[in-house]
């Protein structure tokens, strides 16, 4: 057996053995305590909710969203401006469902339990560890790496596969660390270009937030699909200079994989609060102040105490401002929802070429579709996602003037949400794979 099933093995173990955790806000854990104790936080008997029409029902000044993760702890999925997905604890259930019940909302049960998800998830990783080891040693082998897409890999091994790629091609990657987190780690870009001061140049991230495992699995299958096969690349793929950087949240995403499977923020301490936590994809300096953000330091949506207190968001915006000419291309990977967005998000107005950026996403939506058969929608952002400030893709296009900027929300459309079983990681991965193939080809 591998390190890596051994270690999944033995945290299912683990979280199967151990007392329940009760969910506490999903942000009032102490970081040193759950590291020492090192035992994933469980969700038993959570049920994730639906609920439909909650812009109708209530004129509030604060989000449905966010109004229930004050009252009763809940842990919001998705919010846009037809549904809202939010999980709650057996405990909160019953007054939940009364404030809801009192506005005449009904929400739908989409999971039960939580926890099933999350174990299920964990066997999956088992399994695929353990499935054809001989099969997969020679591929290594031949192949001189370990990475596969049968699984989610944790951030060393995301970064050892970097270095893998800069070993093999020092001829035209350049491996960069751009800053450090507040926990010391790395924030690691690789860069791939043959001409890096003629050619248009294209910045790809994922895991932004963390516990969207899929973005970094296929933000890292693109790396792959690039890098496999470089000298028969089209003109289009190969005359570019990419910028990829697989985990932008590289404390958040190690602390959703040992800890709480289910955080979403950076693991920045707040100033005057016990609460852990910033969302980076409300702290870029675009509509920072404005609606779909909270000043709460508990909160999932928290802004942070200024746009770019972050050390992940500061060392991004400096590094791409840099960098900026001949930047046409800025997607950038989330889950869940089978969406492809583009600006704005902060504000209810299309950008001047929103005609150009619905056509290309419209192509990568119908080559996905043929491909894959999964169905993916293109739209402006604020129309399926509802207002948001402070996103990295607002950020790219007002201040750096990049034309092509995308939010690609990954599978599926919410029966597994952010916990997305490793046997869905290939597809999906080849859905974002098709998606810069057509925004490289569109930038021709």
């Known amino acids: 057996m591998t390190r890596l099933a051994v270690e999944l093995a033995t945290l299912l173990l683990l979280a199967m053995a151990t007392t329940v955790l009760m969910h506490d806000n999903n942000n009032m854990t102490s970081w040193a305590d759950d590291t020492f104790n090192n035992i994933p936080e469980r969700f038993d008997q959570m049920q994730l909710w639906r609920i439909y029409n909650i812009t ?20 919001v999925w998705k919010e846009n401006s037809k549904f809202l997905d939010i999980s709650i604890a057996k405990e909160q259930q019953k007054a939940a469902r009364s404030f809801l019940n009192a506005y005449r909302l009904e929400p739908q049960i989409i999971l039960d339990n939580v926890q099933s998800l999350i174990d299920e998830e964990l066997l999956g990783s088992v399994q695929a560890a353990q499935s054809a080891p001989g099969a997969r040693t020679k591929k290594a082998t031949r192949e001189g790496s370990g990475m596969h897409w049968n699984d989610y890999h944790d951030l060393e091994d995301i970064y050892a596969y970097m270095r893998e790629i800069r070993a093999k091609f020092p001829d035209i990657v350049r491996l960069y660390s751009i800053g450090k987190t507040v926990e010391g780690r790395d924030l690691k870009v690789m860069r791939i270009s043959e001409n890096p001061r003629e050619y248009k140049k294209i910045w790809i991230d994922g895991g932004i937030h963390a516990r969207e495992w899929i973005a970094p699995a296929t933000v890292t299958f693109i790396l792959q699909q690039l890098m496999s096969n470089w000298d028969k690349l089209p003109n289009y793929l190969r005359q570019r200079t990419w910028y990829i950087m697989p985990v932008m949240n590289p404390d958040g995403y190690t602390y959703s994989r040992k800890v709480n ?26 509509g920072w102040t404005g609606v779909g953000s909270s000043n709460n330091p508990c909160s999932d949506t928290y802004r942070g105490s200024e746009p770019a207190s972050e050390q992940e ?16 291309g800025y997607l950038t990977f989330h889950s869940y929802g089978q969406m492809i967005v583009y600006p704005w998000a902060y504000k209810a107005v299309k950008v001047k070429d929103a005609s150009v950026l619905q056509r290309v996403g419209n192509t990568a939506a119908k080559r996905i579709l043929q491909k894959t058969g999964a169905t993916y929608r293109a739209s402006v952002t604020h129309e399926q996602l509802g207002i948001a400030g402070g ?24 029966t597994h949400g952010f916990i997305l079983p490793p046997k869905y990681i290939k597809e999906t991965a080849l859905e974002g794979w098709i998606m810069v193939d057509t925004v490289a080809e569109a930038m021709e």
Do not use: H
């Open 56 to 75: 109708d029902a209530l004129q509030q000044s604060m989000p449905m969203g966010e109004l229930l993760e004050q009252k009763f702890g809940g842990n």
């Open 261 to 286: 499977r289910m955080w979403r923020k950076n693991r920045s301490p707040a100033k005057r609060s016990q609460c852990f936590g910033v969302d980076l994809n409300r702290n870029f300096d675009i």
């Open 313 to 328: 968001t500061k060392a991004v915006s400096e590094f791409l401002s840099k960098r900026k000419y001949n930047l046409e």
């Open 391 to 414: 996103g990295s893709d607002d950020w790219s296009r007002a201040a750096l003037g990049t034309k092509f900027v995308y939010t690609v929300e990954l599978r599926d459309r919410g």
